[in-house]
């Protein structure tokens, strides 16, 4: 009876881990650009909103292209050193990609392009996701 117990012990957590890796790739690729794919991203680019330092972009997803095999949107981030120091950087983008990614913003098969400003900082999570949720309801 120990062995068993012992060896369930040693695969459950591998399972979970390569479970977690899986979720964690797909949420990543939703972030991730090729320079022609940001190029090609804002040639496309209309503007959607603006808010309080931020503005959100909107490129459709072109029809029957091969070279676009993304049925996901995605969400391109883009923050200046201007806005502030790399710690509040970051904050802001986890907080992005958070809200992109809990509310399922990526099932709409679009490009959104965040552009953000020092006033931004001072945005809350809560403020952060209400601008998101008016610009794409």
């Known amino acids: 009876g120990h062995q068993i117990g012992q060896s ?10 390569q479970a977690s890796f899986q979720v964690e790739m797909n949420f990543r690729d939703l972030f991730l ?64 990609k958070a ?6 913003l990526y099932q709409k098969p679009q490009t959104l392009i965040l552009i953000t400003y020092k006033p931004a900082i001072d945005l809350t999570f809560d403020q952060l996701k209400d601008f998101f949720i008016s610009a794409l309801s």
């Open 8 to 17: 369930h012990y040693q695969t459950s957590p591998c399972k979970r881990a």
């Open 33 to 96: 650009f090729t320079r022609s794919e940001v190029d090609d991203a804002f040639s496309r680019a209309k503007a959607l909103k603006r808010g309080r330092g931020l503005t959100l972009l909107c490129a459709n997803s072109k029809k029957n292209d091969e070279k676009e095999p993304f049925e996901d949107g995605r969400l391109l981030i883009i923050i200046s050193r201007k806005v502030g120091k790399a710690h509040d950087r970051n904050l802001l983008r986890r907080r992005i």
């Open 99 to 104: 809200i992109f990614y809990e509310n399922k």
